[in-house]
């Protein structure tokens, strides 16, 4: 039973932080990319974090240098570390998994690189 499950959203003031977790029981990480999306009312999905099934990240200008993508593949966790908040980062955030086998083509930050997505969890920074 595949399933991905975020929590750690909540509410943060402008410049603080924040750290979300994604439980993947059923995944292994070894032949999945897995990344963070985030989505606010009347906007496209956009992709704010990805790791490759080699730990290696890749972010969006937009989130570089406050950002962190990190997984623990042992205790099938993700996490995604936010510092330095802003308004503008207020969303609902989903955590995604994207087997080897779909659409390889694509970039990480690529939400159709990605088959499995969680319920998302919000974050409002005021």
């Known amino acids: 039973h595949v399933q991905l499950v975020e929590s750690g959203g909540g509410s943060a003031k402008s410049g603080g932080s924040l750290r979300l977790s994604c439980e993947a029981p059923?995944?292994?990480?070894?032949?999945?990319?897995l990344g963070w999306f985030r989505q606010a009312p009347g906007k496209e999905r956009e992709a704010v974090a990805a790791i490759d099934k080699f730990s290696r990240p890749t972010y969006p200008d937009s989130v570089k240098d406050r950002f962190s993508i990190y997984k623990d593949s042992a205790k099938k966790v993700l996490f995604l570390e936010m510092n330095s908040l802003k308004p503008e980062d207020t969303a609902m955030y989903y955590c995604?998994?994207?087997?080897?086998?779909?659409?390889?083509?694509?970039?990480?930050?690529?939400?159709?690189?990605?088959?499995?997505w969680g319920q998302g969890t919000q974050v409002t920074v005021s």
């Open positions: 059923g995944f292994t990480f070894s032949t999945y990319c």
């Open positions: 995604a998994a994207g087997a080897d086998v779909w659409n390889p083509h694509l970039g990480p930050l690529a939400p159709s690189r990605y088959n499995y």
